[in-house]
């Protein structure tokens, strides 16, 4: 499970990110971990694609939701 991740600048691959996420009035810490940045002019949206780590499955759960 991933995101795409709008940033000011590139975040190098293989960094780690702890992010602190809401859904509600629910607050998510989750680990990730970024796996690509734009590679060309194509990419329209700014950011970096990562991938959530060491997931529990309530976590999870909860991305899934959020992101749906």
Do not use: K, Y
């Amino acid at each position: 499970t991933g995101a795409l991740l709008d940033t000011r600048g590139p975040i190098p691959v293989g960094t780690t990110l702890s992010l602190a996420l809401w859904h509600g009035d629910q607050r998510l810490a989750v680990e990730c971990e970024v796996v690509r940045l734009p590679e060309t002019a194509r990419d329209t949206l700014p950011g970096v694609a990562v991938r959530f780590v060491d997931l529990s499955e309530a976590q999870r759960a909860v991305l899934e939701d959020a992101l749906a």
